[in-house]
C-alpha cells in the first residue's frame, strides 16, 4: 500500500505540474481550436506521440507484464460517454484534470466541481449502456494489433508524423506570463506520461494516468490507493507549478466563484463523472493514457469529446444571443 501511496503521489505532482506550467486543460485547447488557436492542441499531440514510443518501450521491459495494454472498444459507451464529457467540459468550463491542478492554484470553487464529478460517477456506476464490446481489450485493441505491426513500429511512425506536420506548420509560441509553449508542453507531458506509467507498474497499478474508477473504489471500501493517490498528487503538482511559474501564468492565488459558477460547475462535474464512467476513460484515461497506449476506443472517445464541446459551444453561443423574453433585440 505505501508502495502504491508514494509512486501514485509522485506520479500525479509530475502530471499536475506540467499541466499547471502549460495552462493545458482540455476543455481550453478544444475550444481554442474552435477558435483557429492550436497552441495547446499541439503540445498535447507531441506529447502522446512521444507517451507512445514510451509506452511502447516500457511494455518491452521486465516488470511490466500487468499493465495494461489496450482498452476495450465499445463504440456506444464511448461515443456517448465523450459527448457527455464534451458537454461537461463547456458546462463547467474545464476538464476533470483541469480542476484537480486549479484547485492546487487556489481555485476554491474547483472543490465544487470534483463534487459534481465524484456524485456523477457513483450515479453512472450502476447504468447498463447497451451495445456490444468489437474489440475486448489488450493490444488487439490498439493499432498496432489491427495493423498487425509492432507497437514500437507504429509508435515510432505516429511521432514522426506528428513532428513532421508540427514542424511544417510554424506557430507563434509567445504566450504571455511565461506559460509553457507548444514544444515543452509536449515534452513534458510525454515524459510524464511514460514516468507514470512505469510508477504505475512499480506500484502495482496496471494502468496509468486517469481518473475513473477512483470515487467508485472508495465507496466500496476498497480503494484504489495509487489512483487516490495519483489525483491528490495532481493537486500538489498544481501548487508548486502556480508557486514556482511566473503569477502572470496561473500563478497561485485563492480565489472564490460569481455565484452561478459554482452551479455550472457543480452540473458540469456531474456530467464528466458520468461521461468518463460511461465511456471507460475520462480526458487523462482516453486522452492521455489511451492515446499512448494507441487504443482504438481512445482515439474514438477523443473524438467524441471534441463533438460534444463543438455542440455544447454552439448552444451556448446561441442562447447568449438570443434576447431575453419582453426584451428588444438589437435591430429593433
Not at 505532482?13 to 492542441?41: K, M, N, P, Y
Not at 456506476?125 to 513500429?153: H, K, Q
Amino acid at each position: 500500500m505505501l508502495t502504491a501511496i508514494a509512486t501514485g503521489a509522485l506520479a500525479g505532482v509530475a502530471t499536475g505540474f506540467v499541466l499547471q506550467r502549460g495552462q493545458l486543460c482540455f476543455h481550453s485547447a478544444i475550444r481554442d481550436s474552435l477558435e483557429r488557436r492550436f497552441l495547446l492542441v499541439r503540445g498535447w499531440a507531441l506529447g502522446v506521440a512521444i507517451g507512445a514510443v514510451g509506452l511502447a518501450v516500457l511494455f518491452l521491459l521486465p516488470g511490466a507484464e500487468e499493465l495494461n495494454r489496450g482498452l476495450a472498444f465499445r463504440p456506444v459507451a464511448n461515443i456517448s460517454g465523450g459527448l457527455l464529457i464534451g458537454v461537461g467540459m463547456v458546462v463547467a468550463r474545464s476538464c476533470v484534470s483541469g480542476l484537480f491542478y486549479k484547485l492546487g492554484s487556489g481555485m476554491l470553487g474547483a472543490l465544487v466541481g470534483l463534487g459534481g464529478w465524484a456524485v456523477g460517477e457513483l450515479a453512472a456506476r450502476d447504468l447498463t449502456i447497451p451495445g456490444p464490446t468489437l474489440l475486448p481489450g489488450g493490444e488487439e485493441a490498439t493499432l498496432p494489433g489491427i495493423l498487425g505491426l509492432p507497437r514500437l513500429l507504429v509508435a515510432v511512425v505516429l511521432l514522426v508524423l506528428v513532428a513532421f506536420v508540427l514542424l511544417r506548420r510554424p506557430h507563434r509560441d509567445d504566450r504571455p506570463g511565461g506559460a509553457w509553449g507548444w514544444q515543452r508542453i509536449g515534452l513534458g507531458l510525454g515524459a510524464a506520461v511514460t514516468l507514470a506509467w512505469a510508477l504505475a507498474a512499480i506500484g502495482g497499478s496496471s494502468f496509468g494516468p486517469s481518473s475513473v474508477g477512483a470515487v467508485v473504489s472508495i465507496a466500496d471500501s476498497d480503494p484504489n490507493y495509487w489512483l487516490v493517490a495519483f489525483l491528490l498528487g495532481i493537486v500538489a503538482g498544481g501548487t508548486v507549478g502556480s508557486r514556482t511559474g511566473d503569477p502572470r501564468a496561473g500563478g497561485f492565488r485563492l480565489r472564490g466563484e460569481p455565484r452561478v459558477r459554482y452551479f455550472q460547475l457543480a452540473a458540469g462535474g456531474v456530467l464528466l463523472g458520468a461521461g468518463g464512467w460511461i465511456a471507460g476513460g475520462c480526458n487523462l484515461g482516453h486522452g492521455l493514457s489511451g492515446v499512448a497506449q494507441l487504443s482504438v476506443s481512445s482515439y474514438v472517445v477523443v473524438a467524441a469529446m471534441f463533438l460534444g464541446v463543438t455542440a455544447a459551444a454552439a448552444v451556448s453561443r446561441r442562447l447568449a444571443l438570443t434576447p431575453a423574453r419582453g426584451t428588444a433585440s438589437p435591430s429593433s
